[in-house]
């Protein structure tokens, strides 16, 4: 008789048994609470902790570092003679009579009215050629890059270079010793870097909004002022408050091309009071601050465009 077969016996797979409560929550039964800390998170909350107290650092001593000098400014402008040789922080009294004698004795005032203007006409003019350009190029393929860079070489040489040139220029068009010669002049200069500023912008227009345009059967004019110029309209605020800035404080061309008070621009009337053998230090720290209140509002007005403008391009 044959032993018997020994029938093959399948184990049943038994599913692991889930934790209760108590361990899913970290304790025992009846026993106290544990708390499972991960080192990990807590190394990176140190690790993000060190870069953010450093830069909270850094931001104070860069916002004490560009403060100290426009309120020592201040400070030596409603101070006399002698508190300015004897180097004190803080006048003893308010000398209010420097801000009287600079408004009412000097050419400061009229010389600040014609900086505005020259640097708003000559901003809007750059602007306006610059878009155009820039739209041309970066739209239209008119230039490759070799036209473009030639385009923007004339922006490489130092000022003093054009200094004799354009006072040639200026003086057989009879335009010397003029604002519309300086704003000219100065429209110009900064033609471009506009041009350099804008393509990027001009560059990041959707396309699929000039090819809709196109099929509607728009220019290319009215494209640009239909389509391009509601988009590109913080970047132009950007730009032309940049430009405008750079045309206020220009020096160099204005003390050459300007020769008397009709035309002279802030910058070479503040010079002007370096002239004395013995220069009131006070009056001279007046005409400073007088000088630096219209760019300083300009950029707390347009603050929030400038940093928009700036940002337009990078997030499209």
């Not at 009579?97 to 009215?113: F, H």
């Amino acid at each position: 008789m044959s032993a018997p077969t020994a029938l093959p016996v399948r184990e049943a797979s038994v599913p692991a048994a889930r934790p209760g409560p108590a361990a899913q929550a970290g304790r025992t039964p009846g026993g106290p609470s544990v708390v499972v800390r991960s080192p990990r998170r807590h190394a990176g909350s140190r690790a993000g902790f060190r870069p953010s107290v450093l830069g909270r650092v850094l931001s104070i001593v860069g916002l004490v570092g560009a403060l100290v000098p426009p309120l020592y400014l201040v400070s030596v402008s409603l101070m006399g003679r002698d508190e300015t040789v004897a180097g004190v922080l803080v006048p003893a009294s308010p000398r209010w009579e420097n801000y009287a004698t600079v408004l009412g004795d000097s050419e400061l005032p009229l010389a600040v009215g014609v900086s505005v203007l020259v640097a708003v006409l000559a901003a809007l003019i750059s602007l306006a050629g610059g878009l155009a350009a820039a739209w041309s190029i970066a739209r239209l393929g008119l230039l490759s890059g070799r036209g473009v860079g030639v385009l923007l070489s004339p922006w490489l040489l130092p000022p003093v270079v054009a200094v004799v040139p354009l006072f040639l220029l200026l003086r057989l068009s009879g335009l010397l010793n003029t604002i519309p010669g300086l704003v000219l002049v100065y429209a110009l200069v900064n033609l471009p870097v506009v041009l350099w500023l804008l393509l990027s912008f001009v560059a990041k227009v959707p396309s699929e909004l000039i090819e809709a345009a196109r099929l509607d059967g728009a220019g290319e004019w009215r494209i640009l002022r239909s389509v391009g110029l509601p988009l590109l309209a913080p970047a132009l605020v950007a730009v032309g408050l940049i430009v405008g800035l750079q045309n206020y404080h220009e020096f160099l061309l204005a003390t050459f091309l300007t020769q008397g008070p009709e035309s002279r621009t802030a910058p070479v009337v503040l010079s002007l009071f370096y002239g004395d053998r013995i220069p009131h230090v006070g009056r001279i720290a007046a005409a400073g601050v007088i000088t630096a209140l219209p760019p300083v509002l300009a950029a707390l007005l347009l603050q929030r465009r400038l940093v928009s403008g700036l940002t337009h391009g990078a997030s499209r």
